[in-house]
């Protein structure tokens, strides 16, 4: 795959960075596409969250079953949301705060700066939001910081 653009935050290493973006504490970043794709960008702000997918550049080793950063018992790397993964493909939801060229500004990031962007999609209610998900293993699990020493 090949980037369409670079997204940039104050989250330098990942031990600075937080589990998940719902616990960043709002930390706000900017989304830099690459010129040749600005076009797409067309009524993206139209939008309040957007998915951003980008590519694990910096992870550590993949292992199929580890303990995952909320929990201490090993699950299956697809039961979770670790960044050591076999596609290196991350995911997160971000508030989009506004759109300057080819600039998104966003909030409630928890990626590194410098993360190749994959790709960019909308996020709508309608067909993103299933009030009645389970959440299996995380069930009643409590958020926590990341466990020190864990990749």
Known sequence: MNPIGII??????KSGAPVQGA???GAEGYVEVFPEFSEGLKDIDLFTHIY??????RAGEVELVRKPFLDDKPHGIFATRHPC???GIGLTVVRLLGREG??????GIDVLD????????PYVTRFDCFPDAGEGWLEGKAMREKPSGRE
């Open 23 to 25: 616990q960043s504490g």
């Open 102 to 107: 080819d600039r998104l500004n966003v909030s």
């Open 52 to 57: 951003l997918l980008y590519h694990f550049d």
């Open 85 to 87: 993964r076999p596609s």
């Open 8 to 13: 940039h935050t104050s989250f330098a290493d």
């Open 114 to 121: 410098g993360t190749p962007l994959l790709d960019i999609k």
